[in-house]
């Protein structure tokens, strides 16, 4: 099935700090997204990008699909960007979802 | 936006119990759902694809005798833990999908066998 790698694996910012977190993937997909999941364990959907680029306040993605990865923008972090992110993609229809490992963000005052 | 409802939030029971968790498209039809399990600082694992009406795709690893699953109609999914043990301890979340857009996850089941 398909691989899905992302880096780094942790990540500790200092607050006002930008990072960009990558997900590389083994297979053409037909979905890519990106979620945070915060400390009680609910996934926060932050975008669905299977290509191209989009940006919501201080969070922005592009996935280049052609090169088979996809990266997401963190600006200006805050200390409640602290969390997990993580990359799921699928590509299969009905969209059968393959979870990364995630990134562990930490984000210091 | 489309909305997924998952019941109960939390659950502690005792060794040998059935615990069922529900999971609910308040506002869409879900022609397929999810179920994940994500164990402490791990991601989650897909654990079986069930579809309206017809029987669960269990990924490899997965004991369907274990893990029930049922989606009779195309809003509710229900996963029923049999004679569940410490191990089985873990985070569930569901999911739902229409077959037309990205999956909506919901809040989780935090499950604690004592």
């Not at chain 2, 659950?11 to 119990?17: E, H, L, M, R």
């Not at chain 2, 615990?19 to 759902?33: G, H, N, P, Y």
């Not at chain 2, 301890?89 to 935090?110: K, M, V, W």
Request: with cysteine; charged share 15%; aromatic share 10%.
């Amino acid at each position: 099935g398909i691989q899905v790698e992302q880096s780094p694996p942790d990540l500790i910012l200092q607050e006002g700090a930008n990072s960009t977190l990558r997900c590389n993937f083994s297979d053409s997909v037909n979905n890519l997204q990106w979620f945070h999941q915060n400390p009680w364990g609910q996934l926060i959907n932050l975008f669905y990008i299977p290509s191209g680029t989009k940006q919501n306040g201080r969070l922005s993605a592009t996935t280049v699909a052609t090169e088979r990865y996809s990266l997401l923008y963190i600006s200006s972090s805050q200390t409640t960007d602290s969390g997990v992110y993580f990359c799921a993609v699928s590509n299969t229809g009905g969209f059968k979802t393959i979870f990364g490992a995630g990134t562990r963000l930490f984000v210091k005052a | 936006g489309a909305v997924v409802s998952q019941h109960p939030s939390w659950v502690i029971c005792k060794s040998g119990t059935s615990v069922k968790i529900e999971c609910r498209s308040l506002d869409f039809q879900a022609t397929t759902m999810f179920w994940y399990r994500q164990f402490p600082k791990q991601s989650l694992m897909l654990m079986a694809t069930s579809n309206e009406g017809s029987k669960a795709t269990y990924e490899q690893g997965v004991e369907k005798d274990k893990f029930l699953i049922n989606h009779a109609s195309l809003t509710l999914s229900t996963l029923t833990v049999t004679s569940a043990h410490p191990e089985d301890s873990s985070f569930y979340i569901c999911s739902a999908s229409n077959g037309n857009q990205p999956q909506h996850f919901g809040d989780g089941t935090r499950l604690s066998i004592l």
